[in-house]
């Protein structure tokens, strides 16, 4: 049986880390995609990275997916995707999820508190 722990030492295995101040870095450049995986409640106690995508860690299946309707055009296969929730958790599940479904390239930048703590831009 499986427990959380597990499913998070699987997902930090397989979704690389990113440095919050090299992140903030790539998102100056626009060469990346920053996706918040946390749900609209929290998005809206503490704001989210300016430009990025929200979408909640519970729909990232089909919002990932080009055969549902849900699926988000700015999401492409090739792209470098940078996830982001409350402490990183979040983050590395939903980028483990995207890589097994094809992502190239996903990383995980940990928590909102340490991008705007950091000078990440913020969409309040």
Not at 35 to 49: C, L, N, W
Not at 55 to 63: A, C, D, K, Q, S
Not at 79 to 105: D, P, R, S, V, W
Request: aromatic share 4%; charged share 25%.
């Amino acid at each position: 049986m499986k427990t959380a722990k597990n499913y998070l030492e699987e997902a930090n295995q397989l979704v690389m880390k990113i440095d919050v101040n090299e992140a903030i870095q790539k998102h100056k450049m626009k060469s990346s995609i920053f996706i918040d995986v946390r749900d609209s409640a929290d998005i809206e106690k503490t704001g989210t990275i300016l430009e990025g995508l929200i979408i909640p860690r519970g729909l990232i299946e089909f919002v990932a997916d080009e055969a549902t309707p849900l699926y988000n055009k700015a999401l492409k296969k090739d792209a470098e995707i940078i996830l982001i929730c409350g402490a990183g958790g979040q983050a590395a599940l939903a980028g483990k999820t995207l890589i097994e479904m094809g992502y190239n390239t996903v990383l995980n930048v940990g928590g909102i508190g340490d991008w705007e703590k950091n000078g990440g831009p913020m969409s309040k």
